[in-house]
């Protein structure tokens, strides 16, 4: 019976490294706490400009834009900062792509 202690203390241990080893990425390759998000548009005919929007240009930081994407630092997370950017221009999920350059979103 007490082994069931010691494998759920040893999950535990698992769980609070990884939360750990996310973060520690994060901060050493941004240099901050800010995370890293390749914004792409699928199927608009105009890039929204989404630099010039009010709402949501205080929470990026720009990197280098591209003719259907932005590269931006920003301290929303990638779930957040996609909801926004539909709310303000109407787009489906479909239409707007969050992603990392390194294929992990932090959390």
Known sequence: MYYWIGIITILLALLGLQ???RSY???RFTGTSKSIYIIQFKNVDKRPDILANDKI???LELIAER????RVYSKLDDTALKQLIRNEYHLSSGQVV???PYGIIPS
Not at 67 to 70: L, P, V
């Open 98 to 100: 969050i992603s990392s």
């Open 25 to 27: 990425r994060k901060k």
């Open 67 to 70: 003719d259907k994407e932005y």
């Open 19 to 21: 939360l750990y080893s």
């Open 57 to 59: 240009a205080p929470s």
